[in-house]
């Protein structure tokens, strides 16, 4: 019998988190497909433990996409469930899943990623498509920072939100992931120079720089993304903020802010930040003529 669901994912040296990981979808009861890109402690073994089909990818160069495409190609479940190996799923969440893939909607679903670092309290959300029907054309793409959005839209799908949470716990080192980030970004130019009409490549090299704290140059692609996409007020936005908070010119993250807006009326965030600048512009002291 088919399974209803396969669960999917890519593990590396994963033993202190990945039976939490697979603990918190046992009631799920997927098939679970793991590609493991060479880990050297107990990862694999635990994972055949939870009767996981675990093979082998090779990262010498490094290619998320190709490797998650790789456990799609082998999953048999009418719906895949996409985790890596620090990350859980909240129980509550569970009846959920339960609910999206007992029905037939070709879609993708976005979970709410609550993301929690060692080394800071509290968490930051963000959102990713980790639910969708097995369809051979639905594959990911991207070295690094990998999607499946296109892949479901291009197939007939819709993108939709879930109220489904996972918690995703992460060793935060400073150094390690600066490396990190830098690593990246090399890649993320070399796929931009490989294909320079892909603008999703661009956002991910912006968030990059910005987590570097290389502002300028996060700037200088956020000009190339709203060049790449005029009617995103989103871009607008974006290129707004680096221009009033990082290169504190008002006047031209005005511009910004008013395209946005313009673009998507009643832009809340747009509102605010003008609202920002004519503080700032009242708060400046008038200048006496002295002429």
């Not at 959920?96 to 929690?116: D, K, P, S, T, W």
């Amino acid at each position: 019998m088919q399974p209803s669901l396969s669960l999917c994912m890519i593990v590396k040296d994963e033993e202190r988190n990945l039976a939490k990981c697979l603990d918190s979808v046992r009631a799920l009861q997927p098939e679970i497909i793991i590609a493991d890109t060479g880990s050297t402690d107990r990862t694999v073994e635990i994972a055949r433990q939870y009767g996981a089909q675990v093979f082998s990818f090779s990262f010498e160069r490094v290619d998320f996409a190709a490797a998650r495409n790789q456990t799609l190609a082998r999953a048999s479940g009418r719906w895949i469930l996409m985790l890596d190996a620090d990350e859980v799923l909240e129980p509550a969440s569970a009846p959920l899943v339960q609910a999206v893939i007992a029905g037939n909607e070709n879609a993708g679903y976005y979970f709410a990623r609550r993301n929690h670092a060692s080394d800071a309290g509290g968490f930051i959300t963000d959102y990713a498509v980790r639910l969708f029907p097995n369809r051979p054309h639905y594959r990911y793409r991207g070295r690094v920072h990998e999607t499946i959005d296109a892949a479901i839209l291009a197939g007939g799908g819709r993108l939709l939100t879930s109220g489904i949470v996972i918690d995703h716990n992460f060793i935060s080192n400073r150094e390690t992931r600066r490396r990190k980030n830098h690593r990246y970004i090399e890649i993320l130019k070399e796929e931009i120079e490989a294909d320079p009409t892909d603008s999703t490549r661009l956002d991910f090299l912006a968030a990059e720089f910005h987590q570097l704290e290389m502002f300028a140059e996060a700037a200088l692609v956020a000009e190339e993304i709203v060049r790449m996409r005029p009617l995103d007020p989103g871009a607008h936005l974006n290129l707004g903020i680096y221009r009033l908070v990082h290169q504190t010119d008002p006047k031209r993250a005005r511009a910004s802010f008013d395209q946005a807006l313009r673009l998507r009326p009643g832009y809340p965030e747009a509102l605010s930040f003008l609202q920002t600048i004519d503080e700032l512009e009242r708060a400046q002291p008038i200048q006496a003529d002295t002429a």
